[in-house]
């Protein structure tokens, strides 16, 4: 009689990112202030929320918040991309988001960008807040469709993870992402958004693929 193998392991190959941190300090009277007045600039409205004219606010305002982002953006190309040479992954484009109750973030990535990140300046209050993520290779893996008893995270096309107050999330900027509406919100969820780039010098000579930066 043939013995089942009652011992085995799963394991993960070519994930995905997601890196979470969290400010220790709250938004202090001057970035307050920086960030009321990059509101009240002007804004225009962005499918279903709204968001400032002006996309380039790290540039002359929010200076410590900026910081912040920069080292874990450092973080992040140094344990998760760990490139051989010296490459300065730096910030592009950054903008506020504003999501009054019952708005939401339709389904997208961000084109021209290699991480992009998204800083809670603040949330939807009282319910839980949540930023989606989902698969880009769904329509390959659905080519075979079950019905679902448990969801993982193996067998999911989308997923999301709960956000609060001074978080700040990084992620690879081809993975598609959305939020919710939040019906029961009643108050705005404040985002400070921002894409990156890369200055170096990638690839090498021998290969025929090098590129100056």
């Known amino acids: ?68 982002c920069k080292e874990h953006i450092n973080t992040y190309l140094e344990k998760l991309i760990s490139p ?34 998204v800083y809670y300046v603040a949330t939807g209050e009282p319910e839980e807040d949540r930023i989606h993520f989902h698969d880009p290779t769904t329509h390959m893996k659905e080519r075979m469709e079950f019905d679902i008893k448990e969801y993982n995270f193996w067998n999911s096309t989308t997923w999301y993870i709960p956000v609060e107050k001074n978080n700040l999330i990084l992620f690879p900027s081809w993975l598609p992402h959305s939020v919710e509406k939040n019906e029961k919100a009643t108050t705005d969820r404040i985002s400070i958004s921002f894409n990156t780039f890369a200055r170096g010098i990638f690839g090498n000579k021998k290969n025929k693929n090098e590129l100056i930066l």
């Open 84 to 117: 051989e040479k010296e490459i300065d992954l730096y910030i592009t484009q950054s903008w506020i988001n504003v999501n009054k109750p019952g708005e939401s973030h339709h389904l997208h990535n961000h084109p021209n960008s290699i991480i992009s990140g």
């Open 1 to 68: 009689m043939k013995q089942l193998m009652n011992d085995y392991r799963i394991d993960s190959i070519f994930p995905t990112p997601l890196y979470v941190a969290t400010r220790s300090s709250n938004l202090d009277l001057t970035e307050e202030k920086e960030i009321k007045d990059i509101i009240e600039e002007g804004m225009h409205k962005n499918v279903y929320n709204t968001t400032t004219d002006n996309s380039y606010i790290f540039d002359t305002k929010l200076k410590k918040i900026k910081e912040f």
